[in-house]
């Protein structure tokens, strides 16, 4: 049974950091592509940051390339988020969620993923 369970997120001011974690179980990261996805209230999902570890491969919205930093640890099954330059727009639901790389059209695509974590809530205070 694939599960994700997501940790770290909590109240910063703007300006600071926080960092995700998204601990794994049930597949192997080299067949999957996982990430970062987030919600704000009255907005669509969208895609945050995912990564493809067998293909050495990331993905990053405009909105937060150069101020967040995915990674994973295959060993530990964990997929971290590290958020630094935090903004008030930042502030939603973060949930980490996974998909098949044999299936996925689109590998950082909400409606690709197969798996999803029940949340993390971030807030960034201005």
């Known amino acids: 049974e694939v599960q994700l369970v997501e940790s770290g997120g909590g109240l910063v001011q703007a300006g600071g950091s926080l960092r995700l974690s998204c601990a794994a179980s049930?597949?192997?990261?080299?067949?999957?592509?996982i990430g970062w996805f987030r919600q704000a209230p009255g907005k669509e999902r969208e895609g945050v940051s995912c990564?493809?570890?067998?293909?050495?491969?990331?993905y990053y919205a405009d909105s937060v390339k150069g101020r967040f930093t995915i990674s994973s640890d295959n060993a530990k099954n964990t997929v971290s988020l590290q958020m630094n330059s935090l903004k008030p727009e930042d502030t939603a639901v973060y949930y980490c969620?996974?998909?098949?790389?044999?299936?996925?059209?689109?590998?950082?695509?909400?409606?690709?993923?197969?798996?999803w974590g029940k949340g993390t809530l971030v807030t960034v205070s201005s």
């Open positions: 969620a996974s998909a098949r790389l044999a299936t996925a059209s689109d590998y950082c695509g909400v409606s690709s993923m197969d798996y």
């Open positions: 049930g597949f192997t990261f080299d067949d999957y592509t």
């Open positions: 990564i493809v570890s067998s293909q050495s491969a990331t």
